[in-house]
């Protein structure tokens, strides 16, 4: 027996045989790899033997084995030598291993853009430079996994760093625009590097994870702005996307994947109406077992939910310091007293969303959907013309709307289908 539950709340082709993994120096190859030999040898006559298998690629050609990967540039730097390890993987969390820290990293130390890419040809045969070129290009431009992080100095310079990868290519490049990054700065950029490696880990791991503290949290003596922009391209063909940013004014993240979305931004202008450090757990610890309850009587996905506490709880935490931003210290220019703090939350004003994709949940009535979305929101007003002639607004919004189906109490495990027996 079944029931269909439903809740609304709301408060204010051919396997691939490879051969031993060589690689042939050439023009457009790294440096101090050794030459590849044929994958099969055939004797004509009267002794006809095949000493290797024959080598196929993925479109059913036989392959050259004398064509190796090509190499943008002849380097035998950290970045080339990652990319040549993870290069033998098709895993994109293997892919990027390590590479958006190494990359980062090396042009903490060096100062000087970097441009790197690594290809296979998918016919089986050796790519025309013309054809290189522009297969170069398009795997830098638009690759089906990519990752980019772009920094904003405090003194105006850009950073911009970019990962892709696809089935038969790997690309990275890092660029400095408007002028060269001092001794600070490149010490401030490095300090990122595992950061932003372990958002690249968390995004890239199955299922995903969020881990995006290091970037908002960064070091706003040095940097502006931070944002991070990731799409992957998933089994089923659809794309698992994030849009990070965070600057001293706001906070946001956009997540986009096979589960549902999920949209958070938080408002850091208004440092007046932030508390201290144990007023703000405390709230958080309150709004985190909010959006639990909501999951539970929504039956909401738990993997979903627990990103978006993750995002939720990452937005919410080491505030900037008021001393670096421009942030004002009052209300509508009223200033706050300690009993006006004590009844506010301590946390920025913000909005959040979460919702799941739709699900035919039963077979037999395609109409009834399996759906949660999430909703909840802060804002804070203020009226008056001084100190003591105000009033101060505090508004928190909620709203849950969700069905799903569950097995009646007592009942069978649900299991429903056009059999009409698993309806009753």
Do not use: W
């Given at each position: 027996m079944s029931a269909i539950a439903s809740v609304t709340s709301s408060a204010q082709l051919m396997p691939v045989v490879k051969p031993a993994a060589t690689v042939a120096l050439n023009d457009n190859a790294v440096a101090g790899a050794t030459s590849a030999t044929p994958s099969s040898v055939v004797m004509l006559g009267e002794d006809n033997k095949v000493s290797a298998p024959l080598v196929y690629n993925v479109r059913g050609l036989m392959a050259d084995a004398n064509v190796p990967p090509a190499w943008e540039y002849t380097r035998q730097d950290k970045v080339s030598l990652a990319m040549m390890g993870n290069f033998s993987t098709s895993a994109?969390?293997?892919?990027?291993?390590?590479?958006?820290?190494?990359?980062?990293?090396?042009?903490?130390?060096?100062?000087?853009?970097?441009?790197?890419?690594?290809?296979?040809?998918?016919?089986?045969?050796?790519?025309?430079?013309?054809?290189?070129?522009?297969?170069?290009?398009?795997?830098?431009?638009?690759?089906?996994?990519?990752?980019?992080?772009?920094?904003?100095?405090?003194?105006?310079?850009?950073?911009?760093?970019?990962?892709?990868?696809?089935?038969?290519?790997?690309?990275?490049?890092?660029?400095?625009?408007?002028?060269?990054?001092?001794?600070?700065?490149?010490?401030?950029l490095n300090a990122m590097a595992d950061g932003f490696q372990s958002a690249i880990d968390g995004l890239t791991s199955r299922p995903p994870t969020l881990k995006l503290d290091a970037l908002t949290h960064f070091d706003a003596k040095a940097f502006a702005s931070v944002d991070l922009k990731t799409s992957f391209k998933l089994e089923d063909g659809s794309a698992q996307t994030l849009e990070l940013h965070a600057d001293a004014d706001q906070r946001s993240v956009r997540m986009s994947g096979a589960l549902g979305n999920l949209?958070?931004?938080?408002?850091?202008?208004?440092?007046?109406?932030?508390?201290?450090?144990?007023?703000?757990?405390?709230?958080?610890?309150?709004?985190?077992?909010?959006?639990?309850?909501?999951?539970?009587?929504?039956?909401?996905?738990?993997?979903?939910?627990?990103?978006?506490?993750?995002?939720?709880?990452?937005?919410?935490?080491?505030?900037?310091?008021?001393?670096?931003?421009?942030?004002?210290?009052?209300?509508?220019?009223?200033?706050?007293?300690?009993?006006?703090?004590?009844?506010?939350?301590?946390?920025?004003?913000?909005?959040?969303?979460?919702?799941?994709?739709?699900?035919?949940?039963?077979?037999?009535?395609?109409?009834?959907?399996?759906?949660?979305?999430?909703?909840?929101?802060?804002?804070?007003?203020?009226?008056?013309?001084d100190q003591l002639n105000r009033t101060i607004v505090q508004d928190q919004q909620s709203q849950l709307t969700a069905s799903y189906h569950k097995p009646l109490p007592g009942g069978q495990k649900l299991a429903l289908s056009t059999d009409p027996t698993t309806q009753n």
């Open positions: 994109t969390a293997g892919r990027f291993q390590g590479l958006g820290a190494t990359l980062l990293s090396q042009l903490a130390q060096t100062g000087q853009n970097i441009s790197q890419s690594v290809l296979r040809s998918s016919t089986g045969k050796a790519l025309e430079p013309a054809e290189l070129a522009a297969a170069q290009d398009r795997l830098h431009s638009n690759p089906a996994n990519s990752i980019s992080l772009t920094l904003k100095t405090a003194s105006g310079k850009t950073i911009e760093l970019s990962l892709s990868s696809q089935d038969d290519g790997l690309a990275v490049q890092a660029q400095i625009s408007g002028g060269k990054l001092s001794d600070d700065e490149l010490i401030a949209d958070l931004s938080v408002d850091l202008k208004n440092a007046a109406i932030r508390g201290d450090s144990g007023q703000q757990a405390k709230a958080l610890e309150g709004y985190v077992s909010q959006i639990e309850a909501a999951r539970k009587r929504g039956d909401g996905d738990a993997q979903l939910l627990s990103m978006f506490e993750d995002a939720f709880k990452t937005l919410h935490s080491q505030y900037p310091d008021t001393r670096v931003s421009s942030a004002p210290q009052t209300v509508s220019s009223i200033e706050l007293t300690d009993t006006d703090h004590g009844l506010l939350t301590g946390l920025g004003d913000f909005s959040a969303s979460v919702s799941e994709k739709s699900v035919e949940g039963n077979p037999a009535r395609p109409g009834e959907l399996d759906t949660f979305a999430y909703t909840l929101s802060q804002t804070t007003q203020s009226k008056g013309r």
